[in-house]
């Protein structure tokens, strides 16, 4: 189980070998944009975990901001931050590592 | 200048379109306006804002008449505007020496120059009018048009592109003025010339080609760009098209466009029911991952009839819980079935308004890291140590740590015999080496080969750096301990400074410090507001938090209100236990005495005295145990393998000893090795009365202050005493064992105060006083004698039975039975005490007499029966005659009391056996006699005879006088005096005669006291037989006297 690891940007919890080979399900597309590898956009320390069944229901989903994005396996916190390259195309990208507060 | 002007008024004389014109007028105008400012002539200024006024009027009328009629009127004005700037030009060339006059000039030229710029920079709008109204317009000028437009689309970046060269000519040709008409320097014009030809060329330049190559240019441009924002979003689309998502543009419409802030999404009851089930600890996460499988499995299966499951989570935080999303409670049963570690029984609805904070993307405990903060490494070698974390990585997750480095240069590498090559082995947690400064020297000793010198400070030893002394590694976050980091004082001094000593206290007061600037507010404490407006009023604190701090305040009926730390204070009252858990003082407890302005006095349980310290520097405790968890107060610790101390100041990180040499220190938890458990110790030293001490026992000094106190611990010269009297060093203190004396056992509480009186046991002082009496009560400190002995029960119950007296508590004796698994209680006096091997049983008061020791299991037959020989022998001739038993009395139980003296004194323990006859032999010297001594070879009982024959002989007996003294052996005196003149012939006589019942007769006569019998025949005969008995009966002892030769004193009895 330690080889998981957490997307920083949507909080996808995956094993470092999914992540190599398809990247990310839901953020891939703007890594490519941005033109960094999946591992510097996720971390291996991340806590709580989601099983998130339906994201397009769920309030946890919703309060978590991964509704948009496919079922799975979410965490809550994800440590790290993400490279400029990527966070410079999303200006209202909000931290999962807690860092920001509403 | 005449240059500059030259090429100047050909350029305009060249300029083959009008709109060049018009741009070039508007170049000198603004050329020239400046000119005219720069003699600061306040009248052409005016003038010129006036012109410009003008202008507008102008233009506008000009746009109007352009608007109404068509492009030709404008272009026709231009030209006007380019003659006349044609004009200024010639005038100024003209002249150009007279300066005055060309000052007027100038400023005509100025009104017209900068009405022309005016006029122009309408010129764009004009012309934009024109654009859109004369499309559609008739073809009479079309070609003018044309060209106009041509220039048009140029006009505006154009005209921007020329204002600022122009604007940066300008300034070096108001420069260039003043130096010419001033200075005349050559330099300066050389530049300036270089910058008006530059100017010059490029206006060259503006014509139809260059224009065009702009044009293309700025087209390329374009295009370049529309191309590139078309690849981007082509590629973006392809790469849409190839993941099969739109991922970036859902994310970017959820991050941007549906961007809503999280207190908008805040849960009401109908969105988020979320519910808390129980499960086994340490499970949650493997239950999330299950149950979404399970989920996931479940949809497949199902088809439409899904589960109403949305979601399932799991905190950290929350162990021993999981949640699930659900809208119906039913559903969570139905769907966790089957699954292990989860009890779907217990759960409960979590209240919407905590949703939020279970669902924080950050947990409440977490430590933000922070650069010079505090971190534990959790793997490897460094497991546990403290490390400062010097650098953090961009993406948060590796930090550069500053730490002590465990390294053994090399000496556990393992060696090849063969190659002898080295091969790194390495270094496991439990084998690693012990945290030490990294040294330069060891390692350019142990392993030079990996060791690279960077500077001074800083090397590189096996790939890792050191930095002065420190090692400075790159670890993973997920590696590292941050929460609730506490360094000890001894890590902080290592990284403290680099010599090494540093203040020990300084360091603490900073950790307490740091530990005190925390909430000090607990739930329940009372506290008194202190501004604001419930100021005054007293409450209590319902809930904490950072800063804020919820406070009941009965008077007021409401709820809680919040208040800042700072506006409350803790109230206490005298009596109440508090404990100091802030300030110099922290860990120190005590009992309030007074409170005042916040001022709380107490005094310590631990130094008592009083202390005055600030209320919330304070918490209500109750108990006064210090705050150290491992060693407490009178602990007997150990530092170092020889050397022990008691702990006389048990704070948190700081311990105040007491050392075994006597000595008070302050020291630090690291360098105690480890507590010493008293309570196993089976250590015990001797006092100076000889009895034993042991831990736990109550001693008193016999030297000094008399302190008197708890052992602690015994150590081979000093015993750590403790004594509730004593304040000083928490009452600790070290004395010799040989000053102290035993007062009370742990062991026997029932010992009465006191101590042995050695002299009474001491058979050579013990014999020259009667026999001991046995209503001698001797009471003993220290172990009961009885403990551990060998017992036979001697009262009903279990009579007879044999057992080990396993624990004694006053009267009573605890046996452990022989014969089954069973202790009893008995009274110890009930008791025949025993050795271990058998012999004979004695009574407690004899056990007592004998200092615990049992009568000897081999003891010789003779020995044994010979007292009972001499007693029985004794009674009955005692017994015989009533006058002369007096005498016979004294004599022969003067005698038989003599041996019966010295028999009980054997057996009631006093002289032991064989050693306590080791004084016989003193006996034998005391008797002086030489017979005696011969009586030694013969044993006692011969002895005793042979010792007979020879008292008539030897004026020893005379020495008996000393008997005399003694009213015991009074008795004896009269025997002496009789029996030693008659005595002699009479036992002389009696060798024959004692074949014969007369001789005694005879004898008797003699012998008033033997005769003393009055029934003498009978007696005697009586006496024969019983002495024959006897001498029967005690044959063989009887028997031997008489075969001795020794007896030759009664060669008579020889003859016998």
Redesign the interface.
């Known amino acids: 189980m330690s080889s998981e690891r957490a997307c920083m940007l949507c909080g996808v919890v995956l094993t470092t070998a999914e992540f190599t080979k398809d990247g990310c399900p839901n953020c891939q597309g703007i890594f490519e944009e941005a033109g960094v590898s999946t591992m510097e956009c996720t971390s291996p320390s991340f806590e709580g975990l989601v099983g998130m069944c339906k994201p397009s229901k769920s309030w946890v989903a919703k309060w978590i901001s991964v509704d948009p994005y496919i079922p799975g396996l979410y965490a809550i916190k994800v440590d790290g931050r993400l490279p400029v390259e990527v966070s410079d195309l999303l200006p209202h990208y909000k931290p999962r590592d807690g860092t920001q507060v509403d | 200048m005449s240059e500059t002007k030259e090429s100047t008024s050909d350029t305009t004389g060249s300029v083959e379109n009008r709109a060049t014109a018009v741009s070039n007028d508007a170049e000198i105008a603004t050329n020239e306006g400046p000119n005219l400012e720069t003699p600061n002539d306040a009248n052409a200024s005016g003038e010129g804002e006036r012109a410009a006024e003008t202008n507008n009027s102008e233009v506008e009328n000009k746009s109007d008449e352009i608007g109404a009629a068509n492009g030709v009127k404008r272009p026709r004005e231009a030209e006007q505007n380019g003659d006349k700037s044609g004009a200024i030009n010639n005038i100024e060339k003209s002249d150009a020496s007279e300066k005055k006059a060309d000052n007027e000039e100038q400023s005509r030229e100025d009104d017209g120059g900068i009405k022309d710029a005016d006029e122009i920079s309408n010129v764009d709008e004009d012309e934009k009018a024109t654009k859109e109204e004369g499309e559609g317009d008739d073809d009479e000028d079309e070609d003018d048009d044309d060209e106009e437009d041509e220039d048009d689309d140029e006009a505006g970046p154009r005209k921007k592109q020329r204002q600022e060269r122009n604007r940066f000519l300008d300034i070096e040709a108001e420069v260039s003025d003043d130096d010419e008409e001033e200075e005349d320097d050559e330099e300066s014009e050389l530049v300036r010339e270089g910058f008006i030809t530059r100017g010059d060329e490029e206006e060259d330049d503006d014509t139809a080609g260059p224009e065009r190559g702009d044009r293309l240019h700025r087209q390329l441009d374009q295009n370049l760009s529309k191309n590139s924002e078309e690849d981007a979003q082509k ?2 689309k392809e ?2 098209e190839r ?1 099969g ?12 466009d549906g ?1 809503v ?3 908008f ?1 805040l ?1 009401s009851v109908d ?2 029911t ?1 519910w808390g089930v129980r499960c086994r600890p340490g499970r ?2 493997d239950i ?2 299950k ?2 499988k399970k ?2 499995n479940l ?1 497949k299966s199902m088809g439409n009839k899904k589960l109403k ?8 935080n929350y162990s021993g819980r999981i949640y699930i ?1 659900a809208p119906k409670q039913s559903v969570i049963e139905k769907f966790t079935t089957g699954v292990s570690d989860i009890y779907p029984s217990q759960k409960l609805l979590i209240p919407v308004q905590e ?2 904070l279970l ?5 409440s405990d ?1 430590v ?1 890291l922070e650069e010079g903060s505090y971190v534990r490494v959790k793997r490897g070698i460094y497991k546990g140590d403290l490390a400062v974390i010097d650098q953090i990585s ?4 590796e930090v550069l740590l500053k730490i002590v480095p465990r390294l053994d240069y090399g000496k556990n590498d393992e060696v090849d015999a063969d190659t002898n090559t080295r091969k790194q082995k390495r270094p496991t947690f439990a084998q690693r080496p012990p945290p030490q400064l990294f040294n330069p020297t060891m390692a350019l000793r142990m392993d030079q080969a990996n060791l690279y010198k960077r500077d001074d400070r800083h090397f590189t030893y096996r790939n890792d750096d050191y930095v002065d002394g420190y090692l400075f590694k790159s670890f ?3 590696y590292l301990e941050t929460k609730n980091i506490q360094p000890s004082v001894e890590e902080l001094a290592r990284f403290g400074s680099k010599e090494g000593d540093l203040d020990l206290t300084t360091i603490s007061q900073t950790i307490r410090k740091a530990q005190a600037a925390r909430v000090t507010f607990q739930v329940g404490d009372r506290v008194e507001i202190l501004s604001g407006e419930q100021k005054g009023s007293k409450g209590f604190v319902t809930r904490t938090s950072a800063d804020i701090i919820a406070v009941n305040l009965p008077q007021l009926r409401i709820k809680a209100l919040e208040f800042p730390i700072s506006s409350l204070r803790k109230i206490f009252e005298a009596g109440d236990h508090v404990t100091v858990v802030g300030g110099d003082h922290q860990g120190d407890a005590g009992l309030v005495l007074a409170v005042k302005n916040g001022q709380v006095t107490f005094v310590s349980d631990q130094t008592r005295a009083n202390l005055t310290i600030s209320a919330n520097n304070l918490s209500k405790s109750m108990d006064s145990t210090p705050t150290s968890s491992e060693y407490a107060l009178h602990d007997i610790v150990e530092l170092s393998a020889k050397n022990v101390a008691c702990v006389i100041q048990a704070g948190h990180d700081i311990f105040k000893i007491l050392d075994d040499g006597g000595k008070v220190a302050t020291i630090t938890k690291g360098s105690i090795l480890q507590k010493i458990n008293t309570q196993r110790s089976r250590l015990t030293a001797v006092d100076n009365k000889g009895s034993e001490i042991k831990i736990g026992d109550t001693v008193v000094e016999k030297v000094g202050a008399r302190r008197e106190g708890q052992v602690l611990y015994i150590q081979t010269q000093q015993i750590f005493i403790v004594s509730k009297k004593i304040t000083e060093n928490a009452g600790v203190f070290l004395v010799n064992p040989m000053n102290v004396e035993a007062i009370a056992s742990k062991d026997n509480v029932i010992a009465g105060v006191g101590s042995i009186d050695l002299s009474k046991m001491n058979p050579d002082i013990a014999s020259k006083m009667r026999p001991p009496q046995q209503s001698l009560q001797q009471t003993r400190v220290g172990r009961d004698v009885a403990l551990g002995k060998t017992v036979r029960v001697r009262s009903a119950g279990y009579k007879g039975q044999l057992g080990i007296v396993k624990d004694v508590n006053g009267e009573k004796a605890t046996i452990e039975l022989h014969s089954k698994s069973k202790h009893i209680t008995v009274d110890k006096r009930k008791l025949m005490y025993y050795n271990k091997e058998g012999g004979e049983g004695i009574t407690y008061d004899d056990l007592v007499n004998r200092r615990g020791r049992t009568p000897n299991a081999r003891i010789g037959p003779s020995y044994v029966s010979a007292p009972r020989n001499m007693t029985t022998g004794g009674m009955p001739i005692g017994a015989g005659g009533p006058g002369s038993a007096a005498l016979a009395g004294g004599m022969t139980p003067g005698w038989n009391s003599f041996e019966g003296g010295k028999t009980p004194a054997v057996n009631s323990g006093g002289s032991g056996g064989a050693s306590a006859w080791g004084g016989a032999s003193t006996w034998g010297g005391q008797g002086g006699s030489s017979t005696w001594g011969g009586q030694g070879s013969q044993g006692g009982q011969g002895g005793g005879a042979s010792a007979w024959g020879g008292n008539g002989a030897t004026s020893t007996w005379g020495g008996a006088s000393a008997w005399g003294n003694k009213s015991s052996w009074g008795g004896a005196s009269t025997w002496a005096s009789g029996g030693e003149n008659g005595a002699q012939s009479t036992w002389g006589g009696d060798k024959s005669s004692y074949g014969g019942g007369s001789v005694w007769g005879n004898r008797d006569g003699g012998t008033s006291t033997w005769g003393g019998g009055t029934s003498r025949e009978a007696n005697r005969d009586g006496g024969n037989s019983t002495w024959g008995n006897e001498a029967n009966g005690n044959k063989s002892a009887w028997g031997d006297q008489g075969n001795r030769s020794s007896y030759g004193g009664g060669s008579t009895w020889g003859s016998r």
């Not at chain 2, 499951?309 to 950290?316: A, E, L, P, T, V």
């Open positions: 590629l973006a790469l849409r993941y998502r739109s991922s970036s543009k859902q994310y970017r419409a959820a991050a941007q961007y802030p999280q207190r999404l849960p969105t988020a979320i949650e996460k999330v991952r149950l979404l989920k996931f949809d499951i949305m979601s399932i989570f799991q905190r950290d999303e949703l939020p669902l924080k993307p950050d947990k977490d933000r961009e993406n948060n997750l993973r976050i997920q």
